[in-house]
């Protein structure tokens, strides 16, 4: 009989979910320890907004509609809520511009393999979602609201995660953070594209020659911040006079800083910014917009209609499902077919609880709630209680899920950030150096 050639080894693909690289870790840790703080505080604030709104309405929406500024040429007298909308949140999407930006040249984005599964995760979880509001919304009228169960918020995740005291491994948590990156960049574009209205092209000119000459001070390699602080400002109030919405200015200006390091730099310019930035976004700009814009009136009938009408269960259902199906079933997917294989650490349940934590819309879906149904105020509160709910229902669901593997995320984290020879460098990225491991043998004993 004749024997069969031994088959050949079936080509095997990137891992998906693989250890970090030593900068890419130190990067991602040092970054959601600050978006862990700051989603505490988000969650706080927008505690704080619903006491204050339920117990004293009346003193919350004459300080949300308290009006300051200037009455300029460029009509900044705004109110408070509005100064917390276009004005804070630009400085979260600046911080998102940088990421953005970063994770493009140095970061999971900067390959297309690496990107594709990321990538086309984001995407399904945006599509998704949208879906099912309009399917669920095809006969109400109300079809504008669309993009409010879109986004991920990755501050207010890392809060849950903080507060429940589940543990992660750097690779799911660099996971979500690029996803909230993708899904960042996909909202602004949303904003300013079909939540612009009324374009004044001389203001929309004037500010994109204001971020040509923050592009060339940046590129001629001039510093300080009395050079870039006022020039922001500037930019941002002729992109909130031209119509677009003021925080695409925000992403732009973080889009143009240089991201990737020159000669002997530590850090790149990009990466020095935003670790001066961030603390201002995540502890100060974004708990604040959650002040301004999570004070609903919370009541049974208010409940009532928020499961009965179509607009925000259209929103419920898009972030509890639509996000959750949407992230998982896209990584899914694009792994099968990129043929990349899974960390035999994980399974495919992590990336299904980390795909329920993405639901977490919170603050650009409140967002969005505000700029979709402008003419509506009470549909837009029912919109934001909506955003409110379906993203509490993901944090539970998602918390559920988190602790069943609570013991497992603990060792392996144990195991990532083990350092028995006290170097300031984790054991696991030594153990392949015959220095170390000669070091390490020489150890004495421990006491007994």
């Known amino acids: 009989m004749t024997s069969r ?18 900068p890419e870790r130190t990067y991602i840790t040092d970054a959601l320890r600050t978006e862990t703080v700051g989603g505490i505080l988000l969650l706080l604030f927008a505690i704080a907004a619903l006491i204050w709104a339920n117990a004293w309405p009346h003193s919350y929406e004459s300080v949300v509609d308290y009006t300051i500024g200037p009455s300029t040429p460029l009509h900044l007298d705004l109110s408070l809520g509005t100064w917390a909308n276009d004005g804070l949140l630009a400085i979260f999407f600046f911080v998102a511009g940088i990421e953005l930006k970063r994770e493009f040249v140095a970061g999971e984005l900067r390959t297309p393999s690496a990107a ?4 086309i ?27 409010i169960p879109t986004a991920t918020d990755i501050a207010f995740a890392l809060g849950v ?3 429940v005291g589940s543990h992660l491994p750097s690779a799911l948590r660099a996971f979500l953070l690029t996803l909230a990156v993708v899904d960042d960049l996909v909202a602004i574009l949303i904003i300013a594209v079909f939540y612009s209205s009324g374009i004044k092209f001389w203001a929309l000119g004037l500010s994109v020659a ?12 001039l510093h300080g911040w009395y050079l870039y602080v006022p020039l922001a400002f500037v930019v941002w109030a002729l992109m909130h006079e031209s119509g677009v919405h003021a925080t695409v200015a925000g992403v732009a200006m973080g889009l143009i800083l240089r991201c990737h390091k020159v000669g002997d730099e530590k850090y790149s310019p990009g990466e020095h910014i935003e ?20 004070g609903v009136t919370i009541s049974g009938p208010a409940l009532a209609e928020v499961f ?61 709630s505000e700029l979709a149904f402008t003419e509506d105020a009470a549909l837009a509160d029912r919109a934001k209680a909506a955003v409110l709910m379906g993203s509490l229902l993901c944090a ?15 060792r392996l984290v144990d195991e990532e950030n083990a350092d028995v020879d006290h170097d300031g460098i984790p054991d696991i990225y030594q153990q392949d150096d015959p220095a170390w491991q000669a070091r390490t043998d020489r150890r004495p004993d421990p006491p007994q």
């Not at 670790?275 to 999570?294: C, D, Q, Y």
Request: with cysteine; glycine share 10%.
């Open 161 to 163: 995660l903080a507060v």
């Open 275 to 294: 670790h001066l930035v961030r603390p201002l976004s995540a502890g100060f700009a974004v708990p604040v917009f959650a002040l301004f814009a999570a």
């Open 308 to 368: 009965s009408q179509a607009a925000p269960l259209g929103i419920i259902i898009g972030l509890l499902v639509g996000k959750t199906v949407g992230v998982f079933g896209g990584t899914w997917l694009a792994a099968r077919f990129t043929r990349a294989e899974l960390n035999p650490q994980l399974t495919w349940s992590d990336l299904f609880a980390v795909a329920t934590l993405a639901g977490i819309g919170f603050t650009v879906s409140l967002l969005i």
């Open 121 to 147: 995760a984001a995407i399904c979880g945006v599509a998704l979602p949208a879906v099912i509001y309009a399917v669920v919304n095809a006969t109400s009228g109300h079809l504008g609201g669309w993009a």
């Open 116 to 119: 594709a599964l990321p990538v």
């Open 210 to 221: 204001g971020l040509v000459l923050f592009w060339f001070l940046h590129r001629r390699g």
């Open 396 to 410: 539970v669901f998602a918390t559920v899920l988190l602790k069943l593997r609570n013991r497992h995320y603990r």
């Open 5 to 22: 050639p031994p088959a050949e080894p079936t080509p095997r693909g990137r891992q998906f979910l693989g250890r970090l690289s030593l």
